[in-house]
């Protein structure tokens, strides 16, 4: 039997206004602040992906972070990362006192999405019509809102957003 004696497990997504996470197997913006308080706030933890997710990194493996990826593919192709076959298995390679991210994709989230203690929602104000990844629906009766910080747009940020955490009631 899988034991997982974590700590914190956090999710961190950007989602749109219909919860819209991706297209094309890429982020559907480009928002440098967001990539900043990902960076920020997951820098010297684990980090949890799915196999697509992964893929979509430009450089592979996230510097400063341990990083686990779950797919049914062979070690060798994930370089500085962690395999495992599920979430349940990622989990087991976690110490008591980690603090641990899961960072997508859409089919890693709908799967573990019930485990979160804590969510760092960036809600991006604006709706991509040609998006085919999406978060699953938050039963927001679930979580109270701890922090709320919104930010307009810019010259480098097209859309409004707004960082909001979320821990488990
Ligand atoms: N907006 C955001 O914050 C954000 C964050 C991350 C990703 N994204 C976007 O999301 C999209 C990718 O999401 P996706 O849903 O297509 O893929 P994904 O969840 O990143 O990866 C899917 C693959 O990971 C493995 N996997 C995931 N969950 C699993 C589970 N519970 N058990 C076993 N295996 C599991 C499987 O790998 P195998 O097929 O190899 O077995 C599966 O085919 C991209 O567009 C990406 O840019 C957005």
């Known amino acids: 039997m899988m034991n997982h004696n974590t ?20 982020l559907l913006c480009h928002l440098p602040n967001d990539l900043k308080h990902f960076k920020q706030i997951t820098t010297g933890h684990t980090v949890i992906m799915g196999r697509k997710t992964y893929e979509s990194l430009p450089k592979g493996a996230l510097p400063n972070r341990t990083n686990i990826v779950i797919t049914s593919d062979h070690a060798e192709n994930y370089p500085g990362c962690i395999v495992a076959r599920s979430v349940e298995e990622a989990l087991t390679h976690c110490k008591e006192d980690e603090k641990v991210f899961i960072i997508g994709g859409g089919k890693l989230y709908h799967s573990s999405l019930h485990l979160a203690d804590q969510l760092y929602l960036t809600r991006i104000h604006h709706t991509f019509a040609d998006a085919d990844t999406f978060f699953p629906e938050i039963d927001f009766e679930e979580w109270n809102l701890i922090d709320i910080e919104p930010h307009e747009t810019d010259e480098k940020h097209p859309y409004a957003y707004t960082f909001l955490t979320y821990t488990k009631k």
């Open 7 to 26: 700590g914190e497990i956090a999710i961190i997504v950007a989602l749109d206004e219909q919860n819209a996470i991706g297209r094309d197997g890429d």
